[in-house]
C-alpha cells in the first residue's frame, strides 16, 4: 500500500510538475508577445511624433507661403494699378500727338498759302 501511494504521489508530482511546466511556458510566451507589444507601440508613438513634427514643419512653411502669396497679390495689384494708369495717359499722350499732328498740319498748310 505504501508503494502504491508513493507510486501516486510520484505521479501526482510529475502532472503537477507538467501542469507548471505548461503555466510556465503560456507565461514566458506571454511576457514575450507583451514585449513585443510594447516594441510596437514605442514604434508607433515615434511614427505619431515624427507625424506631428512633420506636421507642424508644413503649417509653419504653408504659413510663410501664404504670406508671400498675399504680398505678390498686393505688388500685383499695384502694378495693374499702375498698368491702368499708364495706359491711360498712353492714351492721353497719343490724342495729344494727333491733335499737335493735325495743328502743325494746319499750320504747315496756312503757311504754304501765305508763302
Known sequence: ALSV??????????????????????LQAEVQQNAFLRRLVG??????????AQTKEARVRLSAREIELSQLFTELEQADAESVGLRKRL??????GKAMEAMLGLA?????ELY
Not at 43 to 52: D, G, V
Open 5 to 26: 501511494r508513493l507510486l501516486e504521489a510520484e505521479e501526482t508530482l510529475l502532472r503537477s510538475d507538467a501542469e507548471k511546466g505548461e503555466r510556465l511556458s503560456r
Open 108 to 112: 504747315n498748310s496756312e503757311a504754304a
Open 43 to 52: 514604434r508607433a508613438e515615434a511614427m505619431r511624433n515624427a507625424a506631428r
Open 91 to 96: 492714351a492721353a499722350e497719343r490724342s495729344r
